[in-house]
């Protein structure tokens, strides 16, 4: 199992950005996909989760309204859109799968959110 994140980066408070994450050595649909983030001192935390098949989505309420998970089965890819971002989103956000009973993580994208 493989995870990738791309699309960090840094950008001003209001502003948006797109997460990728690009799976790979399972059967992507047929699994839940996460998005959870880190800030310095703190835990992780889970900001969304998209189920298999049927799409279902929830989030933390941190980000509700703002965040989007959404995935293309086609392409093994989960997304994450961020907009109107806060400083207080600035985090390593990380990809993550639950297959064959054990968690799996990608690398973890940095996203920092400053004027």
């Known amino acids: 199992v493989q995870l990738v994140e791309s699309g960090g980066g840094l950008v001003q408070p209001g502003g948006s950005l797109r997460l990728s994450c690009l799976a790979s050595?399972?059967?992507?649909?047929?699994?839940?996909m996460s998005w959870y983030r880190q800030a310095p001192g703190k835990e992780r935390e889970l900001v969304a989760r998209?189920?298999?098949?049927?799409?279902?989505?929830n989030y933390v309420d941190s980000v509700k309204g703002r965040f989007t998970i959404s995935r293309d089965n086609a392409k093994s890819t989960v997304y994450l859109q961020l907009n109107s971002l806060k400083p207080e989103d600035t985090a390593v956000y990380y990809c993550?799968?639950?297959?064959?009973?054990?968690?799996?993580w990608g690398q973890g994208t940095q996203v920092t959110v400053s004027s």
């Open positions: 993550h799968a639950r297959v064959w009973d054990s968690d799996f």
């Open positions: 050595g399972f059967t992507f649909s047929s699994y839940d």
């Open positions: 998209i189920i298999r098949f049927v799409g279902i989505t």
